[in-house]
């Protein structure tokens, strides 16, 4: 598969959760793992873990250097579940609204489980 500097790429870890992260123009990975602690740079191969890599291009049409500059910026950054996770981590090197589409919807399925076992 080929990648070029900036794209996001993705892996499924499980049913539910999808890990993200960014290509750099040395074909390594910057994501924000719970793995690692936090912003951490690294093989393709390790952050897959063996898992299909999927490549989901740029978000937008930032420039990559500057998608790379602030992702590398980020490195050593603590890994935060709620607050500052794989997706908000791609969104802000973005420079978008840092938001986890993956977070809204397991805040939704609590949500629903509490109201069903309620009834």
Not at 18 to 29: A, L, Q, S
């Amino acid at each position: 598969m080929w990648y070029n500097p900036g794209d996001v790429i993705s892996v499924r870890v499980s049913a539910l959760i999808v890990h993200e992260g960014i290509m750099t123009e040395h074909g390594r990975v910057i994501s924000n793992s719970r793995r690692r602690g936090g912003v951490y740079e690294e093989s393709v191969r390790t952050f897959a873990e063996g898992r299909k890599v999927r490549n989901r291009g740029a978000l937008t049409g930032v420039n990559p250097n500057m998608v790379l500059a602030r992702a590398r910026s980020m490195i050593g950054r603590g890994y935060d579940p709620v607050n500052f996770n794989c997706e908000h981590f791609v969104r802000t090197c973005y420079g978008k609204s840092p938001h986890s589409p993956q977070k809204r919807l397991a805040i939704g399925t609590v949500a629903l489980a509490a109201l069903i076992a309620a009834l």
